[in-house]
Structures are given as C-alpha cells and as structure tokens.
C-alpha cells in the first residue's frame, strides 16, 4: 500500500534486486510494468540471474560485482542510458549499494530528471563556454594595453595607439593614473549602461570603484599592494532588475616597479547571470567544480556564525595560476581547478564547507572537535595539522587527460571564529590579510591572521616604497670584502657588497632588503646598479694599481631577466674594464630552479672570459653534475660550515668533515674554493691545512667602502 503510494508520487520508480550470489537476485521489489519488456518474468519475492542475457546491465555489472565484493558500505551509478521500447525511449540508471551485510543492485526509471539533468549540462555548458570567452576577451585585452603602455613613455597623456587600441576594444575598458583618475575610457564603457532608463550621475570608472569598495574588502588591500584583481560587481537600481559586471584591475608599473597606470576592464555579464537564475544548483554553485560559489558561501557564513560554534575560515590561492593558463590553456587550467576541488573535497569532512570564491582562490570553513575545542593551541593545531594535509595533497602532480602534469603551488590563510572576529565581513577580510602574507612565506605558503601580520604587511609597503625612492635618490653604496689567497696572504679578489644608507645615516644590511627587493622585482633595476657601479670601482682600484677580480651578486630575478648579460657587457665596455676581472655569484637554488637560462646565460659570460662562483655552497640542493656540466670556476663553502670549525671540535665534527670533502671534491673537479665568514686564527690554520686555496671572513676584513679598501695591504696577515 505504502510502497504504491510512493510510486504514485512517483518517489519509487525502480525496480530493487537483493545481490545473494556471483549472478544471482532476489527480486525484492518492482514499480511498475515498464520493466518487463527489458526482463521477463520478473516479479517480486522470486529468484532471477542476471547473466549474458541482459546485455543492458552487462558493462554495469562489471564495475558492481567487485564493488559488492569489497564490502565497504557505499554505492556506485552506471549514469544515465536509454533503452528504446517500441520506439519510446526509456532513460534509466542503475545503482549497485552496499549496505553490509545486504548488496542491492537497482534499476531506476527517470523522466523528468532525465531532462532537467540535460537541461543543466547545457547550461553549464553555454555558461562555462561564455564565462570562457569573456575572461580570455578580459586576458587578450590587458595583454596588449599592458604592452603599449610600457612602450609609452608619457604619462598623464596617452598616445595614439593606445587610444586607438581603446577605442576598438569590444569590452568597456578605462585607463586610470596611479592615483586612480581617469585618463581615458572607450565608448563601451560608456554604452555599458545606455540600456538603462537610469540617469548615472557620476563617472563610470567611479561608480564601478565604489561598487568594488563596497563589495569587496579586499578593496584595500589590492590598491595597496598594487595587485591584480577580477571579480563581479552587481549594480543594483530597483526597481530596475540591476546589472552583473565583470570586472578586472589590473596595475601597470615602470621599471623601478612605480605604478603608471591602471586598466579597468568592464563586460556585462547579466545574461550570464541570468542563465544561472534559471537554475537554483547553478546559481548557488560552480558550474566548473560543483562546489558552492562565492555568494552562496558567504550565505552559509554567516548562518554558520549565528550558530555561534568555533571555526576556522581559509581562504587558498593556487600561486601563479595565470602561469598555468598562459603555458598549458584554460582548457588544462579547468583540469587542474577540477583535480584540486576533488582533492580538497575528500580532505573536508561532511560538516566543513568548502566553495570556490574566485578564479584561482578557495575558501574552506574548518569545523573544530568538540573535545578539544577549550584549549586554544589545540584548536590551532588542528587546524595545521588540516593545512599540512592540504598542502601535502596539492603538492602532488596533476595529470592531464593529454597526458602531461601539471604542478601546482597553493598559500593558505587562516582566520579563527569567534577569536580574531565575530563579524563575517571582517573575517573575510583577515583571511585576505592571512593569505596574501602566507604568498610572501616561501618556506610555509601559510600564515594565520594576527595584527603583527597587518603592521608587517605595512612594513613591506613602506620599505617598498623607501625602496623606490632609494633608487631614485641614489642611496645605495657598494662595499668592497677582501680574498686572500690562504698560503701567500695575497688580497687576489674582493666580493662587492651593497649596502642601504637611508637618508638619516642609519646603514641597513641587505640581509633585510634583498628578500624583499626580490619579491617585488626591484632587485632588477638595483642590480643593475650594483653591476655598473662595481664596473665603474673597478676602474677606480686598478687606476690606483690595485688589479684584482671583484665577483658580484646575482639574484634569480635577475638571472630572468633578458638584457642582463648585454647590460653586464655595456657597463664593462663603457668603464673600460676587463671582463676577466670580473666574477659573478650564484647560489645553488639558481641552477637547479633555472637550469636551462643559467646554462645559456654562462656560455654568454664565458664568451667575454667572465668567472662564475657558487654562493654558500653546501646550504642548498646543487650536485656535482652540476658543477661539471656548468663549468663552474669556484664554489665558495657557506660561513655556517666555517663557523662550527672550532678548537673543541677538533675537525671530528660532521662539518669540518663536509669542508675537508668539498674542498678534496673540488680539487678532483679541478675547481677552485673560497670558503666565507673566516673569524679565527683556528679556522685559517684549519683551512691552510686542508690545503683549501682562498678565504673571505672578518679575520682579514670587514666589507669597506671604496676609500678604506683602497688604503688595505696587498697582503693580509
Ligand atoms: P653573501 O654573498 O654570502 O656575502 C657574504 C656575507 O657574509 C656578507 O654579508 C659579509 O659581510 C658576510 N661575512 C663575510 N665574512 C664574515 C665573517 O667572518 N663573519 C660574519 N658573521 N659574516 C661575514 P652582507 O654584506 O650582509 O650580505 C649578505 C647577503 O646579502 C650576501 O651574502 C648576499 O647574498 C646578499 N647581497 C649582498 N650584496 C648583494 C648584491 O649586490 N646583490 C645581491 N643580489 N645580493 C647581495
Ligand atoms: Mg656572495
Ligand atoms: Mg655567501
């Protein structure tokens, strides 16, 4: 009776076996007469064997035999086939279940999910097609206002081209100056309200601005922090229905990593919208990933906070993402946000909440174990130990369906409810905070929001921009560090190093901002002040009769940047100084990170009779293939190695053992050694000893400005 009334509801429309044997069933029950014409004879309470026969169910139960076998209390769908009875198509899917002890295998019968499943595909498929279009529309046009702009030198006016550029431009698109005014915007940005009965009293770029300010909070934090940013802003005018917008922000900066301009690209994107409405799952979810979206997520936030129990919010940004999109396509970038919403959806439990807020960016609302949730530490570690695991599974390769692999980098920030807010608006702006300063953590990709993470993400500004000015000013000095050779005492060479006079005398150790310079890739334009400047000291000291090598520092950026070695040439050319006298060092992570551009960038320096070292060996990860293949000309031990060489340790220590084997090991590779940071008499006579060749260390001298090391002894003692 109950069982009729449910198919009358239509809630039961299948038909349920009872797996007992390899082919083996028990009918257990049958909805309806749809079936027969598939299996005669099928009634409930008898036996049936499903075997050869029913060639519908064979390829099923092909993956349902093994799935009953293993016992585990779960269920698998055949997805969706069509069977055609006398010319009617009938749409069925089979399910096989495990509840142990019990197997079932059941056969439903869809209508009209059948068509609104079709339905949704469609959709998804037109919106994902359009949302597509759109950002690549978005991409292509950054590009190449990008590239114009850089090739303008003018600021506040624009040329030509670029304003023929924008007039084309099928997308609404403005060019503002650095204090965000507008200097020129395209008739489509203009049009993109004319279908509107609303007179819009204020200035486009400026509506579009506030709506950023008011939607976002990371408002700030972008224009701060000079970053890039794309999301959508909805422009509501009741009792007008309002408007979708799809907007990008996207810096332009000069050399000295000044920002020049800034592009704001607008399209409409209400259809889209408007697609998705038709659909209640699409509108709440990602169409790419099925997991909730952003305003979705910021619904069951803040339902999650009324209900008042502790969690924690992460916000996770997969770095470089765009990198992935330009080197393998959107097509692969799309695998790859599928790959991690499954791996970090099988690391979320049933009651955590996990959505997909941006391109690139995923948000996860971490429930804490009621047992533990009274001690503090022990909700963090919790919530590390999640992170560890996150990070441990993203860090595994994707494999693509064109059978490459893609590797992936994400930064985690974290936030906890109720401790650092209640408030869900700031919140979300803490995990922002959280995850942009977990992007400038290279050895954790996390950070947890604290106010010490605001004042040093102020810190960074300022010294960012101090740094600037530093190089327009001129406040960057270069000291000079003796080598001696270890058995004559000869200064043979002298390692350049910079330093930071700031305008109040105070001196800082580039220790505290080559990091950041190579962050932000200023490290370009001071580099190239280093190079010239050691170039133009050169002539200095051998004019004065001091004819050594000076060896200078390079960074990674640097090493990226394509004009270095033509740059290197034109600063040794224009100080007349001869290129064997000057060294580059590199550490060890440069070679193995970019093989293929150091490799081509020494058989350049080789050409001209430049030397290469390698810097603080021993702390990083470089072999001696390496070495060999690179024709590396010496390799300089690290200080911390030197430093352990003491007199209670009597060379027994494992470091002074790693000394006496790199330098036997660059012998045998017919490689010349430094080793740094000699401070002792016992370290010198150590060194001598082992027959190492060279030293650097304040033993001899501490880096000079030009001035003193041109009044230092040829020889040292
Ligand atoms: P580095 O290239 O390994 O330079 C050697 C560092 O060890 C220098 O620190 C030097 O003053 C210090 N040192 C030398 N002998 C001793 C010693 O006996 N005891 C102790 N405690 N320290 C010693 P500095 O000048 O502070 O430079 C630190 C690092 O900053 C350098 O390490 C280098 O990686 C980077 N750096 C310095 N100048 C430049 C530059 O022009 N460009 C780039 N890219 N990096 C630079
Ligand atoms: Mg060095
Ligand atoms: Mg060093």
């Not at 010496?634 to 009597?650: C, E, G, P, Y």
Request: hydrophobic content about 40%; proline content about 4%; some cysteine.
């Amino acid at each position: 009776m109950v069982t009729s009334l449910f198919t009358e509801l239509g809630l039961i429309d299948c038909v349920i076996f009872k797996h007992i044997g390899a082919h083996e069933f028990e009918v257990i029950y049958k909805a309806d007469s749809w079936f027969d014409p598939l299996i005669q004879g099928v009634s409930a309470g008898h036996n049936i064997e499903i075997d050869n026969n029913f060639p519908f169910l064979l390829d099923f139960m092909q993956d349902a035999i093994p799935h009953w076998q293993a016992k585990a209390a779960n269920v698998i769908d055949s997805g969706i086939w069509t069977e055609t009875i006398q010319g009617h198509p009938l749409r069925l899917e089979a399910q096989a279940i495990n509840n142990p002890p019990h197997s079932y295998l059941v056969v439903h019968r869809l209508k009209d999910k059948f068509e609104k499943k079709q339905q949704t595909l469609q959709l998804a498929r037109e919106l994902l097609l359009s949302n597509d279009q759109i950002t690549a529309r978005h991409e292509q046009l950054e590009k190449r206002m990008a590239d114009l702009l850089n090739s303008s030198s003018a600021i506040h006016t624009l040329e030509q081209p670029i304003i023929q550029a924008l007039e084309q431009a099928e997308i609404g698109v403005a060019v503002l100056d650095e204090r965000l005014q507008m200097l020129k915007g395209n008739p489509a940005l203009q049009a993109l309200f004319s279908d509107t009965s609303v007179e819009i009293k204020q200035p486009i770029d400026r509506l579009l601005l506030e709506l950023f300010k008011k939607q976002y909070p990371e408002y700030e934090r972008i224009f701060a922090t000079h970053s890039p940013w794309s999301g959508e802003l909805c422009w509501l005018n009741p009792p007008e229905q309002g408007k979708w917008l799809k907007v990008s922000i996207y810096p332009i900066k000069d050399g000295l990593r000044h920002i020049k301009n800034w592009i704001l690209s607008v399209s409409d994107v209400t259809q889209v919208k408007f697609l998705l409405k038709r659909n209640e799952k699409l509108s709440h979810y990602d169409v790419l990933t099925d997991l909730p979206n952003r305003q979705y997520f910021w619904q069951q936030l803040e339902d999650r906070a009324l209900r008042g129990k502790p969690f924690f919010l992460l916000y996770l940004d997969i770095e470089k993402f765009k990198r992935v999109n330009e080197l393998h396509g959107h097509a692969t970038g799309d695998q790859v946000l599928i790959g991690l919403a499954k791996r970090l959806s099988s690391l979320t439990r049933m009651d955590d909440l996990i959505a997909r807020i941006g391109g690139a960016e995923f948000a996860v609302v971490l429930g804490l174990d009621d047992l533990n949730t009274q001690h503090l530490h022990n909700e963090y570690n919790q919530c590390k130990a999640f992170i560890r695991e996150v990070i441990n599974a993203c860090s595994l390769p994707f494999y693509l369906e064109s059978g490459g692999r893609c590797e992936i980098q994400l930064n985690i920030g974290a936030t906890s409810f109720p401790k650092d807010s209640k408030n869900i608006e700031e919140l979300i702006k803490f995990a922002d905070i959280a995850v942009s300063a977990a992007k400038n953590s290279p050895e954790t990709h996390t950070a947890f929001y604290s106010q010490k993470l605001v004042e040093d993400a102020l810190k960074r500004v300022q010294m960012e921009n101090a740094l600037q000015t530093a190089i327009t000013d001129n406040e960057f000095e270069l000291f000079f560090q003796p080598i001696i050779n270890l058995s004559s005492g000869q200064v043979i060479k002298a390692e350049a190093l910079i330093r930071w006079r700031k305008i109040d005398g105070a001196l800082v150790s580039p220790t505290d901002f080559i990091p950041l310079a190579e962050q932000t890739g200023l490290i370009v334009p001071i580099g190239k002040w280093v190079i010239n400047q050691a170039c133009k000291q050169m002539k200095v000291l051998s004019e004065a009769g001091k004819i050594i090598k000076i060896s200078v520092n390079l960074s990674p950026r640097q090493i990226a940047d394509r004009q270095l070695f033509s740059f290197i040439k034109q600063s040794l050319n224009k100080h007349k100084v001869n290129p064997c006298q000057f060294e580059i060092e590199l550490t060890e992570g440069v070679l193995i990170d970019d093989y293929d551009k150091v490799q081509h960038l020494l058989s350049e320096l080789r050409t001209l009779g430049i030397s290469v070292a390698i810097d603080d060996f021993g702390t990083g990860y470089s072999s001696l293939a390496y070495l060999q293949k690179l024709a590396i000309d010496h390799i300089k031990i690290d200080r911390s190695f030197v430093m352990s060489l003491t007199a209670s340790n009597q060379g027994q220590d494992s470091d002074s053992a790693i000394v006496l084997a790199v330098i036997a090991m660059a012998k045998s590779l017919n490689v010349g050694v430094i080793a740094e940071g000699v401070e002792t008499d016992y370290q010198k006579r150590f060194l001598q000893e082992c027959n190492c060749p060279s030293a650097q260390g304040f033993l001899f001298s501490k880096p000079l400005p030009i001035e003193q090391f041109l009044r230092l002894p040829a020889q040292l003692p």
